[in-house]
């Protein structure tokens, strides 16, 4: 039985209570349960003795984007990876931060956002340029002046008629992806964009024109990757609809008009957000592109708090999710500069793996690793995927630890994730390591439950508690 009490707190907005017991006890029915989940609930009691969980349904609406879809400025740029300022605000306030913030992951800057409406410094980065280029985007501050300035160019844009030019692009795969007259459309647009002298207010057309990029194409990004629109599921598979056919029944004759309405509609909710004052405050992030592996090369300053949602280690590549904007938006010029990008990314996934050896060795990690059943992996990689992501998680968190201000705390929004029918707890592994550095494990905040592949749905029934998203908040 697990024993929940009151948590004390001033997360006034969130009621959140203290789960005291180990979550996980046999069933009564022993023989329902494989040699292999015993195995694995003996790793699991053991990585969660004295780990002070708390049960946080209250964030479960917190940790992803759906409310920023609706939210000023995070609204300008749909990152789905995101998760929301209230949940960032709440963390600010519960540890009564008043130094410099961080996020080493830091994605369209939703950390760094918060930071600002609480006046507070801060510094991101991220690897991947759209990232970047949306977080400063968002956390910049725009005068009368600017305002004047981005009205002027509306205008102008307004007037752009049809060009009868043939623009042209390095993604291979735009012919399928795009309608031809969409396609060309939104390659007007942004060869029009390109023309602004006024780069501030020529990056905030940019990340309009970004923004509606998945709304007129032919795909959706969902779970590892891209999907297309085209392509439906049925009772009995999926069934594809003939590109012509399908591009006839979802988009009117005018296509100009089609991106040319979407792309002021957005470019007017932006603007209303800038004239309304939404996020204005004299505090400028500092946004880097890199690797947060390296951030100490980049600033020495001491931090207070970091909080961030690294990839999760469930093979997702966010640049493969990201691949249309980043060929389309010219981040990406060729197929070497795409595979170096994927390179440079955290171990997440089969495509992130760059020969760097594995230092960090965790006994739980490698018991539960000798439990996957290599027949059902559907990558000879993963093994090494897995480790390669804690020895990444073990030097990001080293760093964190030396630059941290004592008394200063790290928040982590984190997955847990599955192969072969075994759970990856990584939020316990991560509480493991951050004690063996050196730092105190305050709470493990258990937001919601995740879902599996259907594959491994059944496989998992007994152990679905283990796969959820927590967040890990650790002091120094
Ligand atoms: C879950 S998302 C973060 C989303 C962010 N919290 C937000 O609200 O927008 C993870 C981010 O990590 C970035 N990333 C992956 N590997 C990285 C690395 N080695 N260094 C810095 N950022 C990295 C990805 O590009 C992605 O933007």
Known sequence: MERAETYKTNFSD???????????????????????????????????????????????????????YLTPIQRWFPYREGYSTRLVNA???????????????????????????????????????ISV??????????????IENFEKEFEQLKM??????????????????????????????????KKFTNTKIQNLFFVAWLAIIEEVSNIKKEGNGIKYKNRKRTANGYINIEKDVWEKRVYPEDKFNYVKTKLERHL????????????????????????????????????QFTFFSPPYCNCFDYFEIHKVDLWLGEFVKNKEEFKTLRNTGFRSNTNSLNHKSILYKNEHLENLISLFNSEKLWNIKIPNVVRGYFDDTHSLLNKLYLQTTKGGYVGIVVGNSAYSGVIIPADVLISEIAKEIGFKVKNVFVTRHLTTSSQQKQELEFLKYYLRESIVLLEK
Request: some cysteine; glycine content about 4%.
């Open 160 to 193: 752009i008629s049809k060009s009868d030019e043939n623009f042209h692009t390095s993604f291979e795969l735009a012919d399928k992806v795009f309608n031809k007259d969409i396609l060309q459309t939104l390659l007007q647009y942004k060869n029009e964009i």
């Open 268 to 303: 007017e909710i932006i603007l209303s957000d800038i004239k309304n004052d939404f996020g204005n405050s004299d505090k400028q992030p500092n946004i880097f592109k890199g690797s947060c592996l390296e951030f100490d090369k980049l600033f020495s300053d001491q931090i």
């Open 14 to 68: 969130f009621e959140v209570t203290i789960v005291s017991e180990p979550s996980g006890t046999l069933p009564l029915f022993e023989t329902s349960v494989s040699d292999n989940q015993k195995e694995q609930l003996k790793i699991f009691n053991s990585l969660e003795n004295n780990v002070p969980f708390v049960n946080a349904i209250s964030f479960s609406n917190q940790v992803h984007f759906q409310n920023a």
């Open 133 to 146: 280029l949306v977080a400063k985007v968002e956390n910049e501050k725009y005068s009368n002046a600017d």
């Open 91 to 129: 963390f600010i306030k519960e540890l009564n931060i008043t130094g410099n913030v961080f996020d080493p992951f830091c994605g369209s800057g939703t950390t760094l956002l918060a930071s600002r409406q609480n006046n507070l410094n801060s510094f991101g980065i991220d690897v991947n340029p």
